[in-house]
Every structure is written in structure tokens, then in C-alpha cells.
């Protein structure tokens, strides 16, 4: 019986990449630093904090913490990410659907991101999402990013105090290699969603193509 899914919310219930990446482009360039060419020499990062991400471009371009501290960068592009979600957020069709068929079923909904708590918040309000989720475990609850399962650990431990549920009855919804990797490694069942292609294969539980297919798995999973 399913009690409970942690749903990552990046790109597996909203497209950010756009608002992200120019938010992440502003807060370079106001060090003289260039987002785009940080890019090209690291490549992707799908799923990991944006802290990691910002010092792995940072560092990429041979500018030290003294010089651009991670701190500021990420308080100047907390600054242009607010004001370019209006237009630069958007929920993903069925995202509204798929977080709601958890509790239509008896289940939990909670949000696991390796975004801060407070981008969590700004989209959750945005889009009426609060009243549908339980809690919600951020970037900045964990010390360790994804792929580690700290942020899935630690989610399935704060369920217990809503109520008592068996990793095998939980499921965790993903679109990264990364994220995959995190809840496999916490033991906790896993439904892929990818939007992009993965950056390495691996193995889940379940796989599906879009979110509107997701309220007839939690229909299964519920035995409904």
C-alpha cells in the first residue's frame, strides 16, 4: 500500500532550467565571470545544490572564494531568480494532477529538491501546490547533495512523525540520473520521469513518459 511520495520538484514538476540558468548567468557576471563558458568546461549538473554547481563553475574559470564567494553568488541570484520566475517559471502539464492523486489515494505528498528551501516555498505558493504537500526537505537540510541519499533519508525520517510507513511502501519521483541513484540508495522505490536525456543510465522501479500517466501508477500502487 503506497503512504507516501517525495516528489523532486526541478524539472520533474516545473521547467526552470531557463530561469536558472540566467539567473545563474547575472549573478557571473557580476564578478566579471562568465556563466556560459563555466558550462562549457564542467558540462550539466542535473540535480545537484546550486551551491556545488556555482563553485564547480566558479572554480572552473580559475576564480577562488576570496575573489567571488559562493555566499554572495548565491545571494545575488536568489535576487534575479525572484524576479525572473514570474515569467521564467512554469508548472509541467499534469504537474498539478500528479502531486494531487497522492492524497486523492490515502497517501502523503511531500517535495524533495536539491533547491533551497525558499525556491521551494516561491513555487509552492505561486502555484497553490502548499495545500497539497505535507512537508518539504530542501537543499539546505542536507549537508551532501544528490547523488547521496541524505535528502531522501532524511525525508523518509520526517514521515514517520506524520505516520509509521515501510521504505517499500514509499515511491520517489525523479527525472535525473543523480536523483535516481539518491533514492535507490536510501531504498526507496523510484518512478523516472526524465525530461531531458539522462547523463547516465540507470535503473528504476518504475519509468514513465509524462506526468499524466502518474495518477493511474499511484491508482495501482494503491490498489484502487
Do not use: N
Not at 580559475?62 to 554572495?72: K, L, N, Y
Not at 545571494?75 to 521564467?88: C, I, K, Q, S
Not at 539546505?140 to 541524505?150: A, S, W
Not at 540508495?185 to 514513465?208: D, F, H, N, T
Amino acid at each position: 500500500m503506497l503512504s507516501a511520495v517525495f516528489f523532486d520538484l526541478d524539472e520533474t514538476l516545473i521547467d526552470a532550467d531557463g530561469c536558472h540558468r540566467e539567473a545563474s548567468r547575472r549573478a557571473f557576471a557580476a564578478f566579471g565571470m562568465d556563466w556560459d563558458a563555466a558550462l562549457r568546461r564542467t558540462g550539466p549538473f542535473f540535480g545537484r545544490r546550486m551551491r556545488e554547481i556555482l563553485e564547480a563553475r566558479r572554480d572552473a574559470l580559475g576564480v577562488d572564494e576570496s575573489t567571488a564567494p559562493v555566499d554572495t553568488l548565491l545571494a545575488l541570484r536568489w535576487e534575479h531568480y525572484v524576479d525572473l520566475f514570474p515569467a521564467g517559471v512554469c508548472l509541467l502539464p499534469g504537474a498539478s494532477e500528479a502531486v494531487a492523486s497522492v492524497s486523492d489515494h490515502g497517501a502523503m505528498a511531500a517535495i524533495v529538491s536539491s533547491s533551497e528551501r525558499a525556491t521551494v516555498a516561491l513555487t509552492m505558493e505561486h502555484y497553490g501546490l502548499s495545500r497539497l504537500v505535507s512537508f518539504v526537505v530542501g537543499g539546505d537540510d542536507v549537508t551532501r547533495g544528490k547523488p547521496d541519499p541524505e535528502c531522501y533519508e532524511v525525508a523518509y525520517h520526517r514521515l514517520q512523525s506524520f505516520r509509521l510507513a515501510a521504505k517499500h511502501d514509499c515511491l520517489v519521483v525523479e527525472d535525473s540520473s543523480v536523483g535516481v541513484t539518491a533514492a535507490r540508495s536510501a531504498g526507496i522505490p523510484v518512478c523516472l520521469i526524465p525530461r531531458y536525456p539522462l547523463a547516465e543510465p540507470v535503473k528504476s522501479e518504475y519509468a514513465l513518459t509524462s506526468l499524466a500517466e502518474f495518477p493511474a501508477l499511484v491508482a495501482r500502487l494503491s490498489g484502487r
